[in-house]
């Protein structure tokens, strides 16, 4: 039987026992492969790299910003709205920096009754944060992280089997999670627009971190719709 390269998978015996062990591992008919879960980045940006505030004006005007709801004239729902759903279809969790799950824990919820939106409120989240308690998690089921918890909190997330977790705007987390190293996928829909400033998702640290293009399409607003995987 064909070895099996080691990545985000793993290989477990059939009663659930990991096997541990480095490079190639060669399955048998008493093993199983299980997918290990993936951090998945999703974001809309602009041309110069902005992602603050795509949705609403008054979503985020840190810094002064002014261009609140600039991605929604792009939005083509036959492009955008598929990749979205195929999105989450592949998604067993979200993560969220505080800011951003405040602002979906608002929204949503009165939103039942749609597809989307019932799935969204059901599906496991998390929420990085230092201000936060655990009575403000009323938007269920939600687990808190602690800034100083957030490395060994993802890197405990990408050790369990399962599909992906994603990551929804939260630009100051995307940047710690990009320093750590714990970015596996980014899906990116990259809008005609320039926005002058505003906050970004890669961090300046002088890195380089390479992925590869996996699938691409170009929306009617002309949005490049875009996957890109972590070369490791």
Known sequence: MPAIQTGRLQLR???????RGHGPI???????IVGLMRIVVSEFISLDGVVQAPGGPEEDTDGGFRHGGWSMPF??????????????????????GRRTWQVMAGAWPDRAGDPFADWINAIEKHVVSDTLSEA??????????????????????????????????SARLVRSLFEADLVDE???????????????????????????????????????????????
């Not at 990116?188 to 300046?204: D, Q």
């Open 186 to 232: 980014l899906d990116l829909m990259i809008e005609p627009i320039v926005l002058g400033g505003g906050k970004g998702i890669f961090p300046a640290d002088g890195a380089a971190r390479q992925f590869n293009l996996v699938s691409a399409a170009t929306a009617t607003t002309g949005v490049q719709v875009c996957r890109y995987q972590r070369v490791r």
């Open 26 to 32: 060669r399955a048998s008919p008493a093993c199983a």
């Open 13 to 19: 015996t059939l009663d659930g026992h990991q096997i």
């Open 75 to 96: 939005f083509d729902p036959e492009v955008m709205g598929s990749f979205v759903s195929e999105g989450a279809k592949r998604t067993d969790a979200l993560l969220y």
């Open 136 to 169: 403000d998690l009323t938007w269920t089921p939600t687990s808190l992280i602690r800034g100083g918890d957030l490395v060994a909190a993802v890197t405990a997330l990408r050790e369990r089997p399962g599909r992906d977790v994603g990551v929804l705007g």
